[in-house]
């Protein structure tokens, strides 16, 4: 076979390559309709507060935006009697309630806004997380220095918490004040060492679930440079407990994930769970308390 041969073969190749080409014209494709987003979260006998924005079809490039109608309005209601409404707050794009949330109370909304179906949602405000007593530990791994008063080293901390009024779905936040005062969030990776309980540490937040209740949580990180004193308190931790209903749980536990993964592209997908009828978003509750632990 001639070059002259070869060069046809290889044009009548790419014609019929080409000839099997299908164009799809972004018209084809339908844009979805918009549905209300509703995120509210209700804690320790706070008001309601409400943003609401829209949901938007992947291939609509319109900007997010929230919505801001002064017609609309949200209806709230503690066990099923109507408890309260909204006023939308112009300055900060919030419609606003004006009763607090009782704890172990159920609420519930409805969000009538123009041009949309009517939204609702449930959910209930937990009780807080009492805790019983807490101590803590540190164990050396590595020291790089020591004198008669500090060691200076890598350690393993270990923190046991026992609750006297357990709660199913705990988030917990760990900050640390040193000998010099400062106070910062606490950036290495904490695991739940109890077997009982269903634990996933992400973006600095420690989610623990049991659906018996969580009673006794056995807490351990790693901490690569830490100085120990062997006379006197090395440091404070301040512990922020949330006790948090199933819906709110499972939304910032979501959540959290997604921002972890987010610079990864091999990550699985986090879905954001969802617990608004004809609509998306979060309407759930939760209760905090702090205490602080030294050792």
Not at 287 to 292: G, I, P, Q
């Amino acid at each position: 076979m001639t070059c002259f041969s070869r060069i046809l073969i290889f044009i009548f190749m790419l014609t019929g390559l080409s000839a099997c080409e299908k164009t799809e014209k972004v018209d084809n494709y339908p844009i979805h309709q918009s549905k209300l987003v509703v995120n509210c979260f209700f804690y320790n006998q706070s008001g309601f507060q409400f943003k609401l924005s829209k949901s938007l079809s992947p291939i609509d490039n319109a900007k997010f935006k929230t919505l801001d109608n002064p017609n609309a309005y949200i209806k709230i209601f503690e066990d099923n009697i109507f408890y309260d409404s909204t006023t939308y707050n112009s300055q900060s794009s919030i419609y606003t309630g004006r009763k607090g949330s009782k704890y172990n109370k159920t609420y519930r909304f409805e969000c009538h806004y123009p041009g949309f179906e009517i939204v609702s949602g449930e959910d209930y405000l937990p009780d807080t997380a009492k805790i019983k007593n807490a101590s803590g530990y540190y164990s050396i791994l590595n020291s790089t220095m020591s004198n008669d008063s500090q060691i200076i080293g890598t350690s393993n901390t270990f923190l046991d918490i026992n609750y006297s009024q357990p709660c199913k779905y705990l988030m917990l936040t760990i900050y640390i004040s040193n000998s010099t005062g400062t106070i910062g969030e606490l950036y290495s990776v904490v695991t739940d060492n109890n077997p009982a309980n269903n634990s996933e540490f992400a973006n600095h937040a420690l989610y623990i679930s049991n659906e018996e209740g969580i009673k006794k949580i056995n807490l351990k990180w790693a901490t690569a440079f830490n100085r120990i004193n062997k006379n006197k308190t090395s440091a404070s931790y301040r512990i922020r407990s949330y006790a948090c209903s199933k819906n709110t749980f499972e939304y910032l536990k979501r959540q959290a994930l997604q921002m972890e993964n987010q610079e990864d592209p091999f990550s699985q997908p986090t879905p954001i769970s969802n617990n608004i009828i004809n609509g998306y978003g979060i309407f759930g509750g939760f209760t905090f308390t702090d205490f602080r632990v030294s050792f």
